[in-house]
């Protein structure tokens, strides 16, 4: 199933540069993510890799550069037009709607895909109905999906937290992308959770057919599941392969490790 | 089980309005009913404003000048351009909504404190339009001689009959706004006041929603301004000042945030309250004052709220060996 190597890449950054003030936070990065593909981006603490999510979707101004998402270039897109454009992300610090229900903050990821006018809205029309009926039984078999089926209607606020992880999972997932994007999505899970976000992060890719960019401190998950890792140090693009020949390669043995070994 | 081809809002909203009708039937005289008009007419207002602040978190302290915008574009044009009264009406609702979209466009790029600050400059202006421009608005005398509400040959005399029409129009107001809440509009609202960043990354407008709410809520005001209008014939500024607009937020608070039937709820007690405390005479600003504490104190999440807890727990004592699940 897995696409040759010289496929198109899905998303392609080029030469991007983000400033913020003086500050360079990313210098130049080139960044690619094949489709059908687990792409990791790591780094030391400080070396962009967040930057490099929220330029791809729109959170911060590109100062220089291009990205170009299947073939069309979002640059200079807002953030909702490159959600629709097919790049959807999840948050280092969850950002759940906590004041929904389950279902629906995954209802709501949902939002561009659920099509029906104001009027509709305003009269609860026989196709409004239709639409959000779908709407709701595709939410559900996101929800089925990351495991969170079983809390649908409970406050999304009164999850605990590698349950809201989750959820921003299935949020995201339902906006039906053709990339996911996740910041750092163990970050606080124990390590029963992270085997089973790996699990579920394998499973978008080869039964959904998302392709995931992953930013991620913990190198087991990373190492696991990533068909490619891109390394980061400082805004600057050290090395990317496979996760062998990064692990080899002696200029991210240095960055990680410091220059003695 | 079958579902009705009615949505449940729709259900709600004619039994809602059925009560609303029976009121002339109970209240002893008309004084009684031109209160229960004025809460019907604040009730269309505190709909809009919470679908503006409970639902999408934008705070609005200048939403009364909405009202005043639209009861003097009617008064001037079915009086001084002699146009007709349902022409006049359109004009107010469509001008409150126009000019709700230019104050949108500096003022929705704020937050918090400066919104509220932004929002009630807004109302501070308008207040002082009304007032200054006495040529145009009559000045703080107020506008005179606005003809009564007529469509066709059909004209709306009485009290009562004025009545009746604000109990349809607050009926099919409360249909149409819990109808758009549970719609993706709503759902999009609701996750933007959480969350900007995560809503405008899963696709929603972030810009366009606000603009659409604060409009959407600035029209009804403006409807509730051009049926003010007609039904007091005579309309003066101190109606749509500062005062106006906080009690329309008090109004929106004390009802229960992001709550319709709260606001509702909320509308007719503040507006029934002060003709309640009447007998307190001297005191009665003083018992209105502490009822308002004692409510907010013992009801953080409103009246909606607090209503919605005693159902909960009355239905839970009548049952009381609910099986386990």
């Not at chain 1, 199933?1 to 990065?29: K, Q, S, Y």
């Not at chain 2, 007419?41 to 404003?49: E, F, K, R, W």
Request: glycine share 10%.
């Amino acid at each position: 199933m897995r696409p040759p190597t010289d496929a198109a890449p899905l998303l392609d950054l080029a030469g991007v540069t983000v400033r913020f003030g003086g500050v360079h936070a990313l210098t130049e990065a080139d960044f690619t993510i094949r489709p059908d593909s687990v792409t990791a981006l790591i780094g030391p603490n400080g070396a962009g890799k967040t930057t490099v999510l929220n330029a791809i979707t729109g959170l911060v101004p590109v100062a220089a550069g291009s990205i170009v998402l299947d073939g069309h270039d979002i640059t200079r897109l807002p953030p909702h037009r490159r959600a629709a454009a097919g790049v959807v992300r999840t948050f280092q610090n969850l950002e759940v709607f906590t004041s929904l229900s389950v279902l629906e903050n995954v209802m709501t990821g949902r939002h561009i895909l659920t099509r029906y006018g104001a009027l509709a809205s305003l009269l609860h029309t026989p196709a409004f109905r239709r639409a959000e009926r779908d709407c709701r039984e595709r939410a559900l078999e996101k929800l089925e999906f990351v495991g969170l089926a079983d809390v649908r209607d409970t406050p999304a606020g009164d999850l605990p937290y590698g349950r809201q992880r989750l959820l921003e999972l299935a949020r995201a997932l339902a906006a039906e992308p053709k990339l996911l994007l996740l910041d750092e999505p163990a970050a606080g899970l124990n390590t029963r959770e992270t085997a089973a976000l790996g699990q579920c992060i394998r499973a978008i890719r080869d039964r959904l057919h998302v392709a995931v960019g992953l930013v991620e401190h913990d190198m087991d998950l990373v190492m696991g599941v990533s068909d490619y890792v891109t390394v980061l140090n400082f805004g600057h693009p050290l090395a990317s392969g496979t996760p062998e020949a990064v692990q080899a390669d002696p200029e991210v043995v240095r960055a990680y490790l410091g220059e003695e070994n | 089980m079958r579902r009705s081809f009615f949505g449940r809002n729709a259900v709600q909203s004619t039994l809602f309005l059925a009560v609303l009708l029976a009121v002339p039937f109970v209240v002893p005289n008309d004084y009684y009913l031109s209160i229960c008009i004025l809460a019907c007419l604040n009730a269309v207002m505190v709909v809009g404003l919470n679908l503006l602040m409970g639902y999408a978190g934008q705070i609005s302290l200048g939403h009364a000048a909405f009202y005043g915008i639209g009861a003097y574009a009617t008064a001037i044009c079915t009086t001084s351009l002699s146009l007709p009264v349902p022409a006049g009406m359109a004009i107010g609702i469509g001008l409150a909504a126009a000019v709700a979209w230019l104050v949108a466009i500096p003022t929705l790029k704020l937050k918090g404190h400066y919104l509220a600050m932004a929002t009630l400059g807004f109302g501070i202006i308008v207040s002082i339009v009304f007032n200054e421009a006495v040529e145009l608005t009559g000045g703080p005398s107020g506008y005179v001689g606005i003809p009564r509400l007529a469509c066709g040959g059909y004209a709306v005399e009485t009290d009562r009959g004025f009545y009746n029409l604000m109990a349809v129009v607050l009926a099919l107001v409360v249909l149409a706004a819990r109808n758009l809440m549970t719609s993706r509009t709503g759902r999009a609202l609701r996750a933007l006041q959480v969350s900007e960043k995560a809503a405008a990354s899963l696709g929603i407008d972030i810009a366009a929603h606000k603009r659409f709410v604060f409009v959407l809520s600035a029209a009804l005001a403006g409807l509730a301004g051009v049926l003010y209008a007609h039904y007091l014939c005579f309309i003066a500024p101190a109606s749509f000042g500062f005062s106006a607009s906080v009690q329309l937020v008090v109004m929106v608070v004390l009802g229960g945030m992001a709550s319709v039937w709260g606001s509702v709820v909320g509308a007719f007690f503040l507006t029934v309250l002060p003709e309640a405390l009447r007998n307190f005479e001297d005191i009665d600003i003083l018992v209105y004052g502490c009822i308002l504490v004692a409510t907010i104190l013992f009801l953080p999440d409103g009246l909606a709220g607090g209503l919605h807890r005693l159902l909960a727990k009355c239905r839970r004592t009548k049952v009381p060996h609910a099986p386990a699940d």
